[in-house]
């Protein structure tokens, strides 16, 4: 449970709102956020991000959580927010975002989408891609207009986290190489680009972290480039990006402080200023999941239960993989409570499973303790608030459930729920089949 809910009587309350009237009003299933938990998550990021350099900048991965309404959140919190598709830059540009406060990221931007960006005068495009830089410069050629970029590198460095999420390493899709013999030329051209105004280097490492080692060996990779791109071409780099990545409680992991990870990257950077007289650069960090897991919530209505005698108790949910992928993707791991019977004691073994035609696929959570839940329960999923709704799909034709922002006893939606006309408004029968 995070800092926004408590047991209170029979319920689980969640930002001040009893989440089994929520599942009455809004019904389920339901994605929930607390404003109160996003909003103190971005202040802790301030303090030891943006305070002690006001330069600096904090870009929410809108990846993890995307809708006009959280852009909006972030932009009245004054922080800038990072985009990878021409969906979330319309998504951001319809919710009337500046666009002078989005950075575009993403390995293989298309044309149309590089478009869109420099024409909305994006504030930066990270280039990830060898032909990047060159397309750049024949859109902004043929637009009239001049980019500002930064140049995503793979670190080669190694973290700890599920393979499938892991970016940082040598054998990437993401990142261009830092060999010397290809990297520098590279940096050459667009120092002297007329189109770009290159500002210095980006790196990811890969998500759900907990240790700040690979961080601080990521960064010194970036300071020997930095330090050799001013030696070689007389150019200083006036910023760094270092990514997203910190790691989150989903079970019992030990959600480490925002400082951890950043005040050490700061120090360092610092000392390196020092040391060379390099001009200390705005740092900038994309963190996506920290910003938003453990503000999210889900409701589901238990509809089946089944025992396999000796094996397995099944509670059937309203939802599923198509909600919530991670379980199946990555084998991610989920607290759950009977949300109506919070106060009772977890004394079963239970798998909570969807309504999906796959198997073991389709478990949000298995084998963990419950009160046996019962027909008409809700099941509330913890920590779910980080790449669960931005990767909702529609397998079996489920619609994607709504998404609302609670915030101290009351909610408002942020997300309507898909209708059943929603999702065949694009399905045409082709003429030779009527
Ligand atoms: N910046 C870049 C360039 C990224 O690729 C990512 C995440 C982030 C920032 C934000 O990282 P975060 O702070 O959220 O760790 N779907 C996977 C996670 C994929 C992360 C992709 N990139 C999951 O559900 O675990």
């Given at each position: 449970m995070n800092m926004v809910s408590e047991i209170k009587g029979k319920h689980l309350w969640f930002d001040g709102c009893d989440t089994v009237e929520l599942a009455k009003e809004f019904g389920t299933p339901l994605y929930v956020y607390s404003k109160t938990d996003i909003v103190s998550r971005i202040a802790e990021l301030k303090e030891c991000w943006i305070k002690p350099y006001p330069k600096n900048r904090i870009a929410y991965a809108a990846k993890a959580f995307c809708c006009m309404g959280m852009y909006k959140l972030c932009e009245n919190e004054g922080i800038s927010m990072d985009v990878v598709s021409g969906g979330e830059l319309y998504?951001?540009?319809?919710?009337?975002?500046?666009?002078?406060?989005?950075?575009?990221?993403?390995?293989?931007?298309?044309?149309?989408?590089?478009?869109?960006?420099?024409?909305?005068?994006?504030?930066?495009?990270?280039?990830?891609?060898?032909?990047?830089?060159?397309?750049?410069?024949?859109?902004?050629?043929?637009?009239?207009?001049?980019?500002?970029?930064?140049?995503?590198?793979t670190p080669c460095v190694e973290v700890d986290t599920h393979d499938f999420i892991v970016t940082g390493r040598k054998d990437s899709k993401f990142g261009l190489n830092i060999e010397p013999e290809f990297i520098f030329p590279y940096v050459k051209r667009a120092i002297d680009s007329e189109y770009v105004n290159f500002h210095g280097f980006h790196f990811h490492l890969g998500s759900q972290l907990f240790d700040v080692k690979p961080f601080l060996d990521a960064t010194a990779v970036m300071l020997q480039l930095m330090?050799?791109?001013?030696?070689?071409?007389?150019?200083?780099?006036?910023?760094?990006?270092?990514?997203?990545?910190?790691?989150?409680?989903?079970?019992?992991?030990?959600?480490?402080?925002?400082?951890?990870?950043?005040?050490?990257?700061l120090e360092k950077v610092e000392?390196?200023?020092?040391?060379?007289?390099?001009?200390?650069?705005?740092?900038?960090?994309?963190?996506?999941?920290?910003?938003?897991?453990?503000?999210?919530?889900?409701?589901?209505?238990?509809?089946?239960?089944?025992?396999?005698?000796?094996?397995?108790?099944?509670?059937?949910?309203?939802?599923?993989?198509?909600?919530?992928i991670r379980p199946a993707l990555y084998g991610a791991?989920?607290?759950?409570?009977?949300?109506n019977r919070a106060d009772e004691p977890a004394d079963e073994t239970v798998?909570?499973?969807?309504?999906?035609?796959?198997?073991?696929?389709?478990?949000?959570?298995?084998?963990?303790?419950?009160?046996?839940?019962?027909?008409?329960?809700?099941?509330?999923?913890?920590?779910?608030?980080?790449?669960?709704?931005?990767?909702?799909?529609?397998?079996?034709?489920?619609?994607?459930?709504?998404?609302?922002?609670?915030?101290?006893?009351?909610?408002?939606?942020?997300?309507?729920?898909?209708?059943?006309?929603?999702?065949?408004?694009?399905?045409v029968i082709p003429e030779s089949l009527k």
């Open positions: 998504t951001a540009m319809k919710a009337g975002i500046n666009p002078a406060k989005l950075e575009f990221n993403g390995n293989n931007k298309l044309p149309k989408e590089l478009e869109a960006a420099i024409d909305y005068g994006v504030e930066r495009i990270v280039i990830d891609g060898v032909q990047e830089l060159e397309l750049i410069e024949s859109i902004c050629k043929k637009l009239g207009k001049k980019t500002d970029i930064l140049i995503r590198v330090k050799d791109t001013r030696e070689k071409f007389g150019f200083v780099c006036d910023e760094l990006n270092i990514g997203g990545g910190p790691g989150v409680t989903y079970i019992n992991e030990e959600r480490p402080p925002y400082r951890y990870f950043y005040d050490p990257v000392a390196f200023c020092k040391a060379e007289d390099y001009p200390m650069p705005a740092m900038i960090c994309e963190p996506g999941r920290s910003i938003v897991a453990e503000a999210g919530l889900q409701l589901y209505t238990v509809g089946m239960t089944k025992e396999v005698i000796g094996i397995r108790k099944y509670a059937a949910i309203d939802g599923g993989m198509p909600d919530n791991k989920y607290k759950g409570i009977v949300a798998t909570i499973c969807g309504k999906c035609c796959e198997g073991d696929s389709d478990m949000i959570i298995k084998d963990a303790p419950f009160a046996m839940p019962k027909t008409g329960d809700i099941i509330a999923v913890f920590s779910t608030g980080a790449y669960g709704y931005s990767m909702a799909n529609n397998y079996n034709r489920n619609p994607i459930p709504g998404v609302i922002l609670v915030e101290k006893g009351k909610a408002e939606w942020m997300v309507k729920p898909q209708t059943y006309e929603q999702m065949i408004c694009c399905d």
